[in-house]
């Protein structure tokens, strides 16, 4: 999430009430989690486990719960609670501002588009040409969507990110600052749920296809001209490659990446990232000959054991 105007890390610090490690006029462009972060942004960090890497990271402004020593050309902000200052700045940056029409007089629709009765679309949100968006469709604040998309009853785009961190007292939420973007030629059919991201954007790629009851996560990117069946569900922070078919009721877990081309048989689990250009199945999903030879060899297990019985 980058900032309407740049900001001071002297700035930031006064918002947050807290203190900071750095030239007073350092540079500050926006916000962003691990995973998306750029020169300017500030990431944040409260375990020591992911000191080092976000350290390391892009990022040149790290929030942190402890003062540690400040790579070159970095600066840092010292909280005593991070995850709670990270929302912090979300609220102050892009609060969320409650709607006051069906259809939000700052959103922009192209030419040619059909909106259905009963539709809602939140602020600041941008319609292509030739789009067709069904009854009950939500469309939250922010949301771009390229031109000729289809969009079918039930579906949301941009419901908030399943993020949250587990105090001793509650799970606390971490707010989702982001947006989704659909681009040209994307059909999402009925019922489906596509979350924000968390400080960037879920984003759905020119000419891919989207059955009814699909669930995408937070911050996921999938690429150009790829299938989705019905009932699938992607977690936060994965990417599918252009051209990758899942079918029916497969998941995927976080943080993975599909390769090109791959396809994904119905029910599988996918648990780690795979090469493109092979076929899997199975839980964990794996490549469809080794799935094929360990249920071959599986099979021969009561044979074997009858074998050895007579042997006694």
């Given at each position: 999430m980058k900032f309407y105007t740049p900001q001071t890390i002297e700035g930031i610090a006064r918002i947050l009430n807290c203190d900071y490690i750095g030239d007073a006029e350092f540079p500050v462009l926006g916000m962003n989690e691990i995973h998306m972060v750029a020169s300017g942004d500030i990431v944040f960090v409260d375990h020591p486990k992911y000191y080092d890497k976000a350290l390391a990271s892009k990022a040149t402004i790290i929030l942190i719960n402890k003062e540690v020593s400040c790579p070159d050309g970095k600066s840092l902000l010292i909280s005593d609670d991070p995850f709670r200052d990270f929302n912090k700045l979300t609220n102050h940056f892009n609060p969320f501002i409650a709607a006051t029409a069906t259809i939000s007089i700052s959103a922009i629709i192209g030419n040619n588009t059909v909106?259905?009765?009963?539709?809602?679309?939140?602020?600041?949100?941008?319609?292509?040409?030739?789009?067709?968006?069904?009854?009950?469709?939500?469309?939250?604040?922010?949301?771009?969507?390229?031109?000729?998309?289809?969009?079918?009853?039930?579906?949301?785009?941009?419901?908030?990110?399943?993020?949250?961190?587990?105090?001793?007292?509650?799970?606390?939420?971490?707010?989702?600052?982001?947006?989704?973007?659909?681009?040209?030629?994307?059909?999402?059919?009925?019922?489906?749920?596509?979350?924000k991201g968390v400080t960037a954007s879920t984003t759905i790629g020119k000419g891919s296809k989207i059955d009814n009851q699909v669930h995408i996560g937070h911050d996921t990117v999938i690429g150009k001209r790829c299938l989705i069946a019905s009932q699938v569900g992607i977690s936060g922070c994965v990417i599918i490659e252009d051209f990758v078919t899942i079918w029916g009721q497969a998941g995927v877990t976080s943080g993975v990446t599909i390769g090109e081309k791959a396809v994904i048989s119905a029910q599988s689990g996918v648990s780690k990232s795979l090469e493109g250009h092979k076929s899997y199945f199975g839980t964990p999903a794996d490549d469809f000959r080794k799935k094929y030879k360990e249920i071959a060899a599986i099979r021969l297990i009561p044979e074997i054991m009858d074998k050895l019985d007579k042997l006694k």
């Open positions: 909106l259905q009765p009963n539709v809602f679309i939140g602020n600041n949100v941008q319609i292509g040409n030739d789009c067709i968006i069904h009854s009950n469709v939500c469309i939250y604040d922010n949301a771009i969507i390229g031109n000729n998309v289809t969009i079918h009853s039930g579906t949301i785009l941009g419901a908030d990110a399943f993020y949250y961190k587990n105090r001793p007292e509650k799970f606390d939420k971490l707010l989702s600052g982001g947006n989704v973007v659909i681009e040209d030629q994307v059909d999402i059919g009925a019922l489906c749920t596509i979350d």
